[in-house]
């Protein structure tokens, strides 16, 4: 096969190999070329210390970012590469990371240190591929399987279990059966890993092609129920419903599938009906209801992401979602369409569409969105011809109204949300003199 490696990354070996060091591309960049991906980036394996990697590179610019762990960061104008010295790991001690790292001459102690098989292979153009662990062979079988014992490699660090879960969703593998015996094993610690890097591998779960292999994975190793307990509520819970042709699990995960991958839409699709288990009411008839699930939803979301340590924004864009995924069966006039435009602005109302959609499609087989394909059409229309929907888009401001002498405080606030409301029913109205009219009939001047 060909290896297009680019030319800044093999000027890197290349200048290793003439000042006597080896070097070879490593890890996730020498599976997806042999898989036919474009790498992301691009690691360098070498056997010169990290001064040594520092005196090759004297005359670029280089970092020294993990410098203690064998790291030096090659700067070049067409991309960085991580040059890094083989290694060995010493004893792992906490299941997250070996008490000591040591540098080593070999190649093969730097590849039988790695998580996976197929992350575990090197390449350069003089050896050409090196292949321990049979990486090779695990990519042709689509499968994930761990370097050696998989208890051996989950028990020095656990987020390996996650990195499992994640490669084979990225991927679309499988996980070999030893290897995932080990993975429902070990699940349960887990939590001995921080927070931040249990999120990091989830997010990026939720942003595969089809996240709900990986959700399903987590579930059936038990994960899901450590990192996201939450949602177990929603397996194999019945809708009681006409309307709905699958158990809440199953709908979230349509819906997750039916997005784009972005994660505050990814999220929020996972969320969205995470209330249900705890609003359920059947009527006479034996429908079940699911009043408010959209409020106590978004208040468990909240929750939720506050635990995966989120950021702040992500947590508002996300439950104002789950918040107002309900307005899709509200019949929505021009005024309905802009108050909602105000509430989540311009950005958001698209998101809340799309998750509106997808929602819509995964409800049974009958389901017609074709509804919201004409709001959407309605609100770029309202945003296209600069339509007013919030207060700042009056032709007066709050100083303007101080002006006519009125007092601040509350009855700015008062007269300007009036005026928005007559604009809303009347866009002609949107003029300074009219506007003005109307506040000289409506109110009185403060004295």
């Excluded at 991906?37 to 070498?46: K, L």
């Excluded at 001064?51 to 005359?59: A, G, Q, T, W």
């Excluded at 790291?71 to 070996?98: K, N, S």
């Amino acid at each position: 096969m060909e290896w297009n490696i680019p030319e800044y990354v093999d000027r890197i070996i290349d200048k290793l190999e003439a000042n006597g060091y080896s070097g070879y591309i490593v890890g996730g960049s020498v599976r997806d070329i042999l898989i036919g991906r474009e790498p992301s980036d691009f690691d360098i394996t070498t056997d010169a210390l990290p001064d040594e990697i520092e005196e090759v590179f004297k005359e670029y610019k280089t970092l020294e970012v993990g410098k203690q762990f064998g790291t030096i960061v090659v700067v070049q104008e067409e991309g960085i590469v991580e040059v890094t010295t083989f290694r060995a790991d010493g004893e792992y001690v906490d299941g997250r990371r070996p008490e000591r790292v040591y540098f080593s001459k070999n190649i093969i102690d730097d590849l039988s240190r790695r998580d996976f098989t197929i992350n575990s292979m090197a390449y350069n153009k003089k050896a050409g591929l090196i292949d321990y662990f049979q990486g090779k062979e695990d990519l042709k079988k689509r499968q994930i399987k761990t370097v050696g014992d998989p208890k051996e490699r989950f028990s020095e660090d656990y987020l390996r279990i996650m990195r499992a879960l994640r490669f084979a969703s990225q991927l679309e593998f499988s996980i070999e059966e030893s290897t995932f015996q080990a993975c429902k094993l070990y699940s349960e610690y887990i939590l001995n890993i921080s927070i931040e890097r249990i999120r990091e591998e989830f997010f990026k779960i939720l942003l595969c092609k089809t996240p709900s292999n990986g959700i399903r994975l987590m579930k059936d190793t038990g994960m899901l129920s450590i990192v996201l307990p939450e949602i177990m509520d929603t397996v194999r819970f019945n809708q009681h419903t006409p309307h709905h042709d699958k158990d809440v699990f199953e709908h979230i995960l349509c819906v997750l599938d039916n997005t784009d991958p972005i994660l505050e839409l990814r999220l929020t699709a996972l969320l969205h009906d995470i209330g249900k288990p705890h609003t359920l009411t059947i009527d006479e008839n034996g429908i079940g209801h699911f009043y408010n699930h959209d409020k106590v939803g978004a208040k468990i979301a909240e929750k939720i992401l506050k635990r995966l340590k989120a950021s702040n924004e992500l947590i508002e864009t996300v439950s104002l979602l789950i918040y107002k995924h309900m307005t899709q069966h509200d019949n929505l006039g021009e005024k309905g369409l802009k108050r909602l435009l105000a509430i989540m602005g311009e950005e958001r109302i698209f998101t809340l569409l799309e998750l509106n959609k997808a929602d819509r499609l995964c409800s049974n087989k009958d389901a017609n969105i074709q509804d919201l394909i004409e709001r959407e059409e309605k609100i770029k229309r309202i945003i296209e011809n600069k339509e007013v929907y919030e207060k700042k888009q009056l032709t007066i401001n709050g100083h303007d109204v101080i002006k006519l002498g009125y007092k601040e405080g509350k009855k700015i606030g008062e007269i300007l949300n009036y005026l928005l409301e007559k604009v809303l029913e009347n866009p002609e109205l949107n003029d300074k003199e009219k506007l003005i009219e109307i506040i000289k009939e409506k109110f009185k001047a403060s004295e």
